[in-house]
């Protein structure tokens, strides 16, 4: 009979054990993009354990009064215009995006190791900028212009992440491009200086609108002195790319 008793102890005690390996894999994952904050790129992300080898996540962004995020492309490209170094200058945008993803987990470890996440992201942008010009009468001239839009994206996520200690996980973003829907940006202002321009200065401004030139996107420009519109269209489309989360387990 001490036999049995034995092998009943060593089966309960495995349970338990198995039990309390199960409880330190706790099913969710708090965490906040650290490189981002570099960037005035503010996120803060939910993950959900789902399976052993699978989660969803949702995360939350805002960037508020930020700089350009091609800022440094655009003046490889007009560093030589003073009037357009001065507009990307005094460019900022405030965004807010959402993103949900579902990640796949090759280890079958569930939040850890290396995944792979088809997700969508939503966008809300307003852009304030001081676009500015010099015309003819060789004074500098600004347009307040401000413009906004909504745009969805899908696409996918390679990533690694670590579980140090039982609480805490550090997420690599690795690369992540994606594709979405066409987006519209009309940018309009006036030039309070507008009684000074000559109909030569409004074709030149005309012009200088429409040769601005970014990969994908058409730029056209209505110029109904004193209002000044330009719109801007094409695809919403980026890369998320080595982004660092550092994250809480509870």
């Given at each position: 009979?001490?036999?049995?008793?034995?092998?009943?102890?060593?089966?309960?005690?495995?349970?338990?054990?198995?039990?309390?390996?199960?409880?330190?894999?706790?099913?969710?994952?708090?965490?906040?993009?650290?490189?981002?904050?570099?960037?005035?790129?503010?996120?803060?992300?939910?993950?959900?354990?789902?399976?052993?080898?699978?989660?969803?996540?949702v995360t939350a962004g805002a960037s508020i009064d930020a700089p350009?995020?091609?800022?440094?492309?655009?003046?490889?490209?007009?560093?030589?215009?003073?009037?357009?170094?001065?507009?990307?200058?005094?460019?900022?945008?405030?965004?807010?995006t959402g993103t949900l993803e579902y990640r796949f987990y090759f280890?079958?470890?569930?939040?850890?190791?290396?995944?792979?996440?088809?997700?969508?992201?939503?966008?809300?942008?307003?852009?304030?900028?001081?676009?500015?010009?010099?015309?003819?009468?060789?004074?500098?001239?600004?347009?307040?212009?401000?413009?906004?839009?909504?745009?969805?994206?899908?696409?996918?996520?390679?990533?690694?992440?670590?579980?140090?200690?039982?609480?805490?996980?550090?997420?690599?973003?690795?690369?992540?491009?994606?594709?979405?829907?066409?987006?519209?940006?009309?940018?309009?202002?006036?030039?309070?200086?507008?009684?000074?321009?000559?109909?030569?200065?409004?074709?030149?401004?005309?012009?200088?609108?429409?040769?601005?030139?970014?990969?994908?996107?058409?730029?056209?420009?209505?110029?109904?002195?004193?209002?000044?519109?330009?719109?801007?269209?094409?695809?919403?489309?980026?890369?998320?790319?080595?982004?660092?989360?550092?994250?809480?387990?509870?």
């Amino acid at each position: 009979m001490k036999h049995p008793q034995i092998f009943t102890s060593l089966v309960s005690l495995l349970l338990i054990s198995r039990i309390a390996q199960a409880q330190l894999v706790t099913p969710t994952v708090v965490k906040v993009n650290l490189s981002g904050a570099v960037f005035k790129n503010y996120q803060i992300q939910y993950e959900r354990v789902l399976t052993p080898r699978s989660t969803i996540t949702v995360t939350a962004g805002a960037s508020i009064d930020a700089p350009l995020p091609f800022k440094q492309a655009l003046m490889d490209q007009y560093g030589e215009n003073d009037d357009a170094v001065r507009a990307i200058n005094r460019t900022l945008f405030n965004k807010y995006t959402g993103t949900l993803e579902y990640r796949f987990y090759f280890s079958g470890q569930a939040p850890r190791g290396w995944y792979i996440a088809p997700f969508a992201r939503y966008i809300n942008m307003d852009i304030s900028q001081d676009y500015t010009y010099t015309p003819s009468d060789g004074i500098l001239h600004h347009a307040h212009m401000n413009a906004k839009f909504n745009a969805f994206g899908a696409g996918i996520l390679l990533g690694h992440q670590w579980l140090i200690g039982n609480r805490v996980t550090l997420d690599l973003w690795l690369l992540g491009p994606f594709y979405g829907t066409n987006v519209t940006a009309d940018f309009v202002g006036e030039d309070p200086l507008w009684k000074n321009l000559k109909p030569a200065d409004i074709t030149k401004l005309h012009s200088d609108i429409e040769n601005t030139t970014l990969p994908g996107y058409t730029t056209t420009a209505t110029i109904a002195v004193p209002l000044i519109e330009a719109k801007l269209v094409g695809p919403y489309y980026g890369v998320r790319a080595f982004g660092v989360g550092l994250g809480y387990r509870f």
